[in-house]
């Protein structure tokens, strides 16, 4: 049996090493001249800077795949202890390690933790409901505006008010052991230690570009498929690119973005390419700062109602030792208006920004901006979608962002696929 893989992102390329781990030949096509996708590395003035994800987590997936590849001493792990904030009234607040940690600290107000603490007497998830009503509804206004609104938008980079909580909170929840209450499930059982956060010494584009060079006889750059089309019981895929070339192949997993995979789709299933073309996405700005000095933590992340554009800053000068340098992040579907600022602009609100926070001089080095699915109501397309049997979907969009969540989904798929062979 023979697989073939279109987009070399993170998904597909941990999809080749995993199905290759299985004895399964696969053949990857990627259309740009560089793996990694939406993980983008770059060097300014002798700096690491990361243009897409500043870390992920050292998850037994994640673990293992290192060591296959044997980067294990190119790990950097983010130094112990280290915190997240939040800002919010006039200054930065510790984020409290689980839920129950609501009821004390300095987060919430008297009334808001009073208010938080009623939570266990609310009623469980209704699917029809939104990300944001959820939490308002089980710990309250502010809560929701100090707390769960703003992790929920930096981990999905969209508008919690848009996101459809049927289709999102068990993929937060569930590995929680939430059933219908968030201080009830911390109160029964102790939460596991998280994996420690990591990057790599020479940024996170280290892991794709390993993969790459480990499976180079599996892995087409410079590819772009131009027809997905069927061969009798099997696929052929037709790519450009310098040498244009068909494969045919017995299984086909596209783990593009929706747009892309719909074009694929079109000539062999129709109605799905259609409800993909429909799905929604955002841009999140990311903006890498030169600085004087950065807080000791993670970073942290701005309470919805803010004055301030920036949603989140990474500080990778104290996290990782990256000396001089941290990571503002603006736009999502929080503030989508932000997708139409110019590059000076957005550099220039993060760096007066950073600086009117922490009181030190900011510098901006450059500018990406990412595409991220939006979670919201467009996502119910994917609901009863009918694919051609011998067609996988694998990607953001089909299960959550994240590097080691893309890695989980990738084992997952590998294993599915290997299982006739």
Known sequence: MRVGIIGGGITGLALTHALARRGVDSILFEASDDVGGVIRTAVHDGRIVELGPQRTRLAP?????VDELELHEEVLEARPGARLFIWARGRLRTVPHRPRGLLTGDLLSPAGRARAALEPFTRRLRPRESVARYFRRKAGREAYERLFGPLVSATFGSDPETMPAGRVLPMLLEPLGVKRSLLAAARR??????????TFRGGMATLPRAIARRHASRIRIAAPVTELRRSGGRFEIA???RRPDSHTVDQVA????APAAAVLLRGIAPEAADRLAGLRYHRVAVVP???E????????QVALGERWRTRGVTWNASLFGRDGLCTAYLGGGLDPDVAAWDAVRLERTAAEEYSAIHGVAATPICTARPRLPAYDGSWTALDGLDLPS???LAAGYTGRLGISSRIAEAESVAERLAAPA
């Open 61 to 65: 997936t994640v673990r293992r795949l």
């Open 189 to 198: 059982r102790e939460p596991a230690a998280a994996p420690p956060a990591f």
């Open 239 to 241: 790519h450009g690119g």
């Open 254 to 257: 596209i783990t593009t973005p």
């Open 289 to 291: 700062l030169e600085v």
């Open 293 to 300: 000095s950065a807080p000791e933590g993670f970073g942290f």
């Open 390 to 392: 011998g067609v996988t």
